[in-house]
Structures are given as C-alpha cells and as structure tokens.
C-alpha cells in the first residue's frame, strides 16, 4: 500500500494535518508525518496530546533543509507578512525576510510532489494583491501548477462562516478546487447542553429584560443598529437612560453614518462621525423640547455617564507616508456613540437555527449561547466542533489558550475535500503501477 509521506509546518493544532490524513484514509493509503514545526507553547502542548508519536521541532527558521526527511507534500498554515520586495519580480529575494521564505527553500531543496497552504482571506488584498502575486509566481516558477481560492467552511457542511484562502500546488496536474456545497449542519446540533450558566450582574441584566428565546441572534454592542442589536442604553449598564434620550441615541447611531456630513465638514467619511448640537437639531427634535438647552442637556447627561463621546471630528492625514486619522481641532466639537463591543462581557448569542460568525481568537469568549434558561460561554468541544474537529480530540490547555487555538484553526472538513483532490493522484498513480505490474506478469508467465 502506498504510503504518503508530508510534513507540517507552522502546524497550531494540527486541523490540516488532520483533514489530510482523514482524506488519505478515505483514499485507502496509508500516510506518515515525518516531520512537525511549531513554536507556540500551548499549541505544541494540543498537538503532542492528540499526535503522541511525533517529535515536534522548533523554529522552522533555524532547521536547515538537509534536516528534514524527504516527503511528498508539504502542509503549511503560513503566518502573512508584507513582503518589502513584493511585486518586483526578484523571485528568491521577493520573500526573504518573511516566513513563506522556509515554505519556498524547503519547495527548492526538497522538491516534493505537491503542497497545501491555508492562510487568512486577507491575503487576496494584502498589498493591494501583491503579496498574492507573489507568492504565486514563487510557487510557479518553482515548477508546480497552482491554483487557489478563498473558501468558506459553511459550504462543507460546517455550521461557522469561516473564510480562508487555500494555496495548493502539484508538479503534475492542475488541482480543481471548486467544490459543491454540502447540506448545512444545524448549529444547536453541536452544542452540549447542561453546562453553567453565568452568575454575572452582566448576564442577570440582560436576563431580567428579555426572555431567553428572545436573545437568538442578537449582538451586543453599540456600533449598530436594527433589530439584531442590543446597545448598552437599552441595558442601561451605564445608568439610567430616559425614553427620549434613547430615541435621541438610535437616531444619532444612524445619522453618524451619513455621507453627507462628511461633504458638509470637509472631511474624508468615516463610519461614524460626532455631530453639533446644531447638526442633531435637524434630525432629532422631539416634542416638547423647544429649547437648545432641553437638547444639550440631554446629550451631556450622556457623555457624563459614557454613552457618548464629546470630541472633534477625525480626518484622514498622511505622515510619512502613511495615512491615519486625526482630530480636526479647527473644527466644531460634537457628540459621538462610544463604540465597541470588546467592552461588553458577551457580544453575540448564538441562534441554534442559524451559523456561527467566524471565530476569532480575541473574541470567542464572548461568544454565548442559551442553556436552558441561561447563559454561558461557547465551551470549547463546541468551538471544536464547529472547527469539524471529532470528540476524541483532546484540548485540555486553559480556555484562553484553547480560545487561541480555535480562532487561529482550519475547518477540517475544508482541508479534507482539499486534499482528497491532491492525494488522488498519487491513487491513480499506484492503480495505473499495479496494473502494470500485473500486465508484465502475465507476459513473463506466458513466455514460461
């Protein structure tokens, strides 16, 4: 049986080293991991709990390729640097200084079969596509045929919105990677049940004024609007918020956005600008308010407790080169929502029926979902299995590291359809070997 030799680089914890093997099993081969790098304490930890067999070397940087046992693939979830040649068709010194450099020395020296690499959906535009470009072109000129595409984990049956780029590559054949779209796995179908709630005056607020089944879906957070969104003053975690200040809130949320007050400041938009009392005036009068003072004072109750911001407007301004927004100090002070939602314990609950928003490692804490009739944190078997992990992965390191883990991993099943396309070349090649050999054995029978 043929035996599927790869190595893993910048390997996490292991999900595109597990989708490929899932995928060489799937095939009847049989794989090898003979070589794993990976310089994070808590990943290395996952890693050998759940691959006990391996050795898992350290900074892939310091390790000579001469080092590495030969292999067919190469698997890599690259971290994305700029590069400072990018597009300038330098070829080996276009990636130097950056880690996709090891990528392309161990492709050089080793010359594999193929490769498969996973990497942030951000890389199509790092740059303005230059990196891309020339990660490509290295690729290319390296002898492989490459193809790539941003792929979602939601269309492999992974109830996550989950968008990666994958990069593979093959000395041989030019690797399809369009894939039709697998029936969707409910969300509440992965999520354990039974599991504590929270106790915090955060929660119990939010509990007191809505009912559980009412919390599917919403976000917490005060950047937006709708009825998706529950904003601190309807919480009233800041203090007490009156029914005319809150009008004067949701209006003030919307009218921020309006393209047509950056025209009137001359300023470059932003998604959110403070406006004079002046400026509110003509969108926001409520009845029995007939005075500027009734209003100010409204708004500078607001500020006093935190809901609003009292600052001048921000405009776009270069220095050295660079472009960053900066107060306007000549121009008129207004009133601004403080955004955010890092500031609130939990800013988005999970509706069984619909898909998790991607998961990000700063963010997965407060990510909640309804147990019975309370609230808790997403556990991290769910945030493995909304990653396509199976049960009997081990993830035992704190929730911070393991929160980490999840937010920086691959959705399995994607790696899996990926490389199920990579490796069934190497499937065609034994069928067409052993029909081979058995074609001459006859031949050499029939001369005996």
Avoid at 76 to 85: E, L, N, V
Avoid at 97 to 123: A, C, H, S, W
Avoid at 405 to 413: D, F, Q
Wanted: with cysteine; net charge negative; proline share 4%.
């Amino acid at each position: 049986m043929q035996n599927v030799r790869f190595i893993d680089l910048f390997a996490g914890m292991g999900g595109i080293r597990l989708g490929f093997e899932q995928a060489v099993n799937a095939l009847g081969l049989v794989s090898t991991c003979v070589f794993t790098s990976e310089i994070k304490t808590h990943a290395i930890e996952t890693y050998q709990a759940n691959f006990p067999q391996d050795q898992i070397h350290g900074d892939i940087t310091q390790i000579a390729s001469n080092e590495i046992p030969e292999f067919d693939f190469l698997l890599a979830g690259f971290p994305c640097q700029p590069f400072s040649s990018a597009g300038q068709r330098l070829g080996f010194l276009d990636t130097r200084g950056t880690l996709f450099f090891e990528i392309q020395r161990i492709l050089e020296d080793k010359k594999p079969m193929g490769f498969l690499l996973e990497n942030v959906e951000g890389l199509v535009s790092h740059d303005n596509g230059q990196t891309l470009k020339t990660i490509l072109g290295v690729l290319e000129k390296l002898g492989y045929e490459v193809t790539w595409k941003v792929l979602n984990a939601v269309d492999f049956g992974v109830p996550q919105e989950r968008k990666r780029i994958f990069i593979v590559g093959h000395r041989q054949h030019s690797i399809s990677l369009e894939f039709e779209k697998l029936p969707l796995q409910r969300l509440g179908d992965l999520l354990e049940s039974n599991l504590k709630t929270m106790t915090t005056p955060f929660a119990k607020k939010v509990l007191s004024l809505y009912q559980p089944e009412q919390l599917y879906g919403k976000s917490i957070k005060d950047k937006r609007g709708g009825t998706d969104n529950i904003h601190s003053w309807d919480l009233e975690i800041k203090g007490e918020v009156s029914t005319d200040q809150k009008r004067l809130l949701e209006a003030l949320l919307r009218e921020r956005r309006k393209r047509h007050w950056a025209v009137k400041k001359g300023i470059h938009w932003m998604d959110g600008m403070p406006l004079t009392l002046e400026e509110i005036k003509t969108f926001f009068y409520p009845e029995g308010l007939f005075e500027d003072f009734d209003v100010r004072a409204l708004l500078d109750d607001l500020v006093q407790k935190g809901y609003l911001e009292f600052e001048h407007p921000k405009d776009l301004v270069k220095s050295n080169g660079v472009e960053k927004r900066q107060p306007r100090v000549d121009l008129e002070k207004g009133y601004n929502i403080v955004v955010g939602k890092l500031s609130f314990e939990i800013n988005k609950i999970l509706d069984p029926k619909g898909i998790c928003p991607t998961l990000v490692a700063t963010d997965m804490s407060r990510i909640a979902v309804i147990d019975g009739k309370g609230l808790r944190r997403l556990s991290t078997r769910e945030g493995l299995r909304l990653n396509g992990f199976p049960d009997n992965y081990q993830l035992n390191t704190s929730d911070t590291d393991s929160y980490d883990l999840l937010g920086n991993s691959v959705a399995v099943p994607v790696v899996q359809a990926i490389a199920m396309r990579l490796i069934s070349e190497i499937q065609v090649q034994v069928f067409a070997t052993q029909r081979y050999q058995h074609s001459f054995e006859s031949v050499v029978q029939g001369f005996d």
